[in-house]
């Protein structure tokens, strides 16, 4: 079986349904490959293959709210808690004492979430496209956002619930997913007043790159036709949620041996700050077993698709050490 792809789902009891992509001998070490928005499991497909061929059973979940996965209703249900959880219940069910984990966006948050509630169960962490940043002890992150970027700001509108989805459907998945994952830039993403989500009639879809075809792009967008967006909104919708949550661990550190990737064309990378904090030793003091931070040149945020032959190198040469 390693070399078939297979699909199942888990009920994660207590929990929800969760779908899995894996690849690889059940026996072998496990790395679990968690997707970011507006993606599903689908976004590790260039991994994959690559690393079940190197020895391991890769496992690549569709979070909640996403692909074949439940999606609970209710905004309260997509908090960092809830998800790690989810993820806890995974690895237990995989039948594992510890995993390799890969994250990205979303899932690197949750990454460092499952790194930071449960060290245990990690063996070793590769995160890409957002590092951990610290909880923040006066400032909430909606409104410090709204502050810095205005009203505009994506982030900030999708706060308004029903609104954005409103707009998403108005607009269509298809054109919603494209323009998402081909339109960030290294400028923050400043939505336009009339049109903001990319709705105008008058206006062309963006063109492709050549690392995304058309039917990924149509993968995707049957996806979310067929759950909604909002359980992947919800995920922002949290922040101030979390914020709350995270109290109890304001002065943790992530503590495992942790690889870290970003590109330079990264929207993340180039927000106001996060250079500095990258490279100045912040982000080594918060993460102390950083062991290697590579900014590849010319690539955006989507990395693990842009570049999937060498996302998969550096996953492999990392975890191979553990």
């Not at 789902?9 to 207590?14: F, P, S, T, V």
């Not at 969760?18 to 499991?41: A, C, Q, R, W, Y």
């Not at 960092?80 to 806890?88: A, K, Q, W």
């Not at 914020?243 to 943790?252: G, T």
Request: aromatic share 10%; glycine share 8%.
């Amino acid at each position: 079986m390693e070399g078939v792809t297979r699909q199942r789902i888990l009920e994660l009891k207590g929990r929800l349904n969760m779908n899995i992509v894996e690849k690889g001998k059940e026996e072998d070490p496990v790395v679990v490959l968690i997707h970011g928005f507006p993606e599903t499991s689908y976004s590790w497909r260039h991994q994959m293959s690559g690393i079940a061929q190197r020895g391991y059973h890769v496992v690549a979940p569709d979070l909640r709210g996403f692909g074949e996965t439940d999606v609970p209703e209710g905004v309260h249900n997509y908090t960092i808690m809830h998800v790690v959880g989810d993820l806890v219940s995974l690895i237990d069910a995989l039948d594992k004492e510890k995993v390799f984990v890969v994250g990205h966006d979303w899932g690197a948050v949750m990454a460092w979430g499952l790194a930071l509630f449960r060290p245990e169960k990690v063996k070793a962490l590769v995160n890409l496209s957002v590092p951990y940043n610290q909880r923040h002890p006066f400032f909430k992150p909606i409104a410090a956002l709204k502050a810095a970027y205005g009203k505009n700001y994506y982030i900030v509108k999708y706060q308004e619930v029903e609104v954005a989805e409103n707009e998403f459907a108005r607009v269509g998945s298809r054109i919603i997913v494209r323009n998402l994952i081909t339109g960030p830039n290294p400028d923050p993403p400043i939505l336009r007043e009339e049109y903001p989500f990319g709705g105008n009639p008058l206006e062309k879809e963006h063109s492709l790159p050549p690392w995304i075809t058309e039917q990924d792009i149509d993968h995707y967008a049957t996806k979310f036709e067929k759950t909604g967006f909002t359980g992947g909104l919800n995920y922002y919708r949290c922040l101030d949620i979390n914020w709350e949550l995270m109290a109890p661990w304001q002065e943790d550190k992530i503590r495992v041996p942790t690889k870290f990737i970003i590109g330079d064309e990264d929207l993340v990378y180039n927000m106001p700050g996060n250079k500095d904090y990258i490279h100045n030793g912040e982000f080594k003091r918060l993460v102390p077993l950083l062991q290697d931070v590579i900014i590849m040149k010319g690539v955006g945020h989507f990395i693990n698709q842009e570049k999937p032959e060498e996302i998969t190198n550096h996953i492999c040469q990392f975890i191979a050490n553990f």
